[in-house]
């Protein structure tokens, strides 16, 4: 029955909130991976340069949330989101494909723009993997009945129509906290593309294989 309910919502109004989709262990291991990763990440465009490549090692200059730390194409958060494709098709009743994952680690201060995604965010996820506060840091979202401000609490899942539905955040008032996002296209539309024309899960797009 609550599979059933979920669909009409998702139906009906274009987003959906469930609650504890992740589990709160995974959730921990993938906050602290975010924090070691970033921490680790800004130490090797200090000392190491020469190594950094953006595509590889994600950047902190990500255009929406700027001064952030974000990664695109997270092997391990691909693998993530790939593992719970079915859980998610059945939310929304939809031949879904993972196009990519991507995560921030947002910071004190940071906000997220309006925007509306790219076609490849056909059908979004967004999580909460961890913050630092005790207190949920919302998204907004507008739709045609208003602005819906939505908390989640680490495990809690929004899914929603990425590219139809514009979303932001305001600034984080302390703390950080660690957002991860899985977008997906219906196969059976327009808009249909695997993997987001990568040549696989965890690699940087626009790689080609010689």
């Known amino acids: 029955m609550y599979i059933i309910i979920v669909m009409q919502d998702f ?3 274009g987003w959906l909130t469930v609650p504890n989709f992740l589990d709160k262990q995974m959730c921990d291991t993938l906050y602290q991976y975010c924090r070691v990763q970033a921490q680790r ?3 090797k465009q200090q000392h190491d340069p020469q190594h950094y490549h953006k595509a590889w090692d994600g950047t902190f200059e990500d255009s929406q949330a700027p001064g952030n730390y974000a990664f695109y194409g997270d092997p391990i958060q ?3 989101m790939h593992q719970n494709l079915d859980a998610i098709r059945n939310c929304v009743d939809l031949e879904l494909q993972p196009a990519y994952s991507y995560w921030r680690l947002y910071v004190e201060g940071s906000d997220l723009k309006n925007h509306v995604d790219r076609e490849s965010c056909e059908i979004s996820v967004t999580i909460n993997l961890g913050q630092s506060e005790v207190a949920p840091w919302p998204i907004h979202l507008r739709t045609q009945g208003g602005v819906h401000s939505i908390g989640l609490e680490p495990g809690d899942a ?3 129509r990425g590219c139809d539905i514009p979303h932001w955040r305001d600034a984080l008032p302390k703390g950080d906290c660690a957002q991860v996002f899985w977008h997906f ?3 059976q539309g327009s808009r249909r593309q695997v993997w987001d024309g990568r040549v696989g899960a965890g690699v940087p797009k626009g790689m080609k294989l010689k």
């Open 11 to 13: 139906t009906q109004h």
């Open 158 to 160: 929004l899914i929603y």
């Open 41 to 43: 990440i800004q130490l």
């Open 78 to 80: 691909d693998v993530v």
């Open 185 to 187: 296209t219906d196969m």
